[in-house]
């Protein structure tokens, strides 16, 4: 692929992105529920990601077993994920780290949410540029980094998928209302399925990168991103904040026994 091929693609992406994130924010304002935003995230990464796993096709043939593979995966991941969330969105409507911050930004809050959801396009873009990439391996026949590397996700969906039924479990029982979730793997870590949606993209570097593939150094990006995103700006920090004004001590108790990321065991109380 010639320079220009490769920057006319990224920008098809962008505009991709950025159209499907213009339309989270309409509808998000036109209805007033703010979860709509992360389904269109996940099923708007998962599409474009998957189209540009796919295209273009090597000289002379259809894609390659790791293109579809790959595409298989991010697919997988976007249905399982997106349908999810949609579930959730159907049920409850808003996510309360959207919610606090259009409180928070009051008369300006529809400009500044354009501009949130519009951030969270250029994550995506990252996010499905690093699968294409993985896609792309120039290498000629699956191996065993392509097999670890689709363990290494499918692992991650089960334990995102594990950690999201024992919370649907717990808030689905009366008994419970008022309580934090530390049932199964939420008794080791305060978000276990945003450890394991990290999981995920650990997948596409080990898929992509090969002494031989330069561009497949660039795959690192997706996993680095989604830890910045999540523990530090998007995901642990305004969850975190909403449970601490919503739950107070219990909350606090439940931090100081429980890890916030990884779903280990504490070993000491300050650990």
């Keep these: 692929m010639s320079l220009l091929q490769a920057v006319s693609h990224l920008a098809i992406m962008a505009f991709a992105l950025s159209a499907v994130m213009t339309t989270a924010w309409l509808i998000q304002r036109r209805s007033g529920h703010t979860g709509w935003i992360d389904v269109c995230w996940t099923f708007g990464t998962g599409a474009v990601a998957g189209v540009a796993s796919l295209v273009p096709f090597p000289q002379g043939g259809g894609p390659t077993a790791r293109q579809i593979m790959v595409a298989l995966l991010v697919a997988i991941w ?26 928070q930004w009051g008369a300006t809050a529809d400009m500044r949410m354009f501009l949130q959801v519009q951030a969270q396009a250029a994550v ?8 294409a990439l993985a896609a792309h391996n120039p290498r000629p026949q699956l191996g065993l980094s392509d097999g670890l590397g689709a363990a290494l996700l499918l692992a991650g969906l089960v334990g995102e998928a594990l950690s999201d039924w024992q919370l649907r479990k717990f ?35 080990v898929i992509a990168i090969d002494g031989a593939y330069a561009a497949g150094w660039i795959t690192l990006l997706a996993p680095a ?8 700006v998007s995901g642990i920090p305004p969850l975190e904040q909403h449970m601490l004004r919503s739950r107070g001590q219990q909350f606090r108790d439940v931090q100081l026994r429980t890890r916030p990321f990884l779903p280990l065991p504490k070993l000491t109380s300050g650990g």
């Design 78 to 103: 976007s249905l399982r994920l997106g349908g999810h969330l949609l579930s959730r969105t159907s049920r409850v409507g808003d996510d309360p780290r959207y919610r606090d911050l259009i409180d």
């Design 124 to 131: 995506a873009l990252i996010l499905a540029v690093s699968v």
């Design 171 to 205: 808030r689905s029982d009366p008994a419970n209302r008022g309580r934090i979730c530390e049932i199964g793997l939420w008794r080791w870590s305060r978000h276990p399925n945003y450890f394991f949606e990290w999981l995920c993209w650990l997948a596409y570097p």
């Design 225 to 232: 991103c989604m830890y910045w995103a999540l523990v530090y």
